[in-house]
């Protein structure tokens, strides 16, 4: 990725949350994508075709492509609050569960497509909707994305009658 974004990104090194989004390209049907992944609620965003320009800069191409999924699922702009163009930092992986996720999920995105014929026939609004309803392991328990996110929300708004 960092070779993509050009020699001139520096590596920051922030503490590891439960709000960092991961980012992983892809190389699918000699393809450039993109796999984002939420790491507290594994609410991921497929995009396939991308290219460098796409990507530059950086921070606006992925609040776009989050903003334009939560507009898709029907929930809030500010689902992750901290969502800011002008403040994404590239750093090393912090969370080795939440990139074995991104492994999984870029596996299962590869046999979906190929089964659906391609990146020419595969519906991306699908395929995404289905990525976020896909049974995961999160922790000790087992949730589906989207569910992870609902209870996300719930914790953000606080307990009930407060």
Known sequence: ??????????????????????????????????????????????????RVVDLRPLGAYIVESIETELRGEQLPADTFAQLDPTDVRIAKTASRSTLGYMKEMAFELEWIIASDGGLGRVDIDELNHALRRQLRSHGRDYA?????????LANRRGPAGA
């Open 1 to 50: 990725m960092l070779d993509l974004l050009g020699r001139s990104v520096t590596l920051t090194e922030p503490p590891p949350s439960k709000d960092d989004w991961y980012l992983n390209l892809l190389w699918i049907e000699r393809k450039k994508c993109l796999l984002l992944t939420h790491s507290g609620t594994l609410f991921s965003v497929f995009r396939a075709g991308i």
């Open 144 to 152: 589906r994305p989207i569910e992870l996110i609902d209870q996300h």
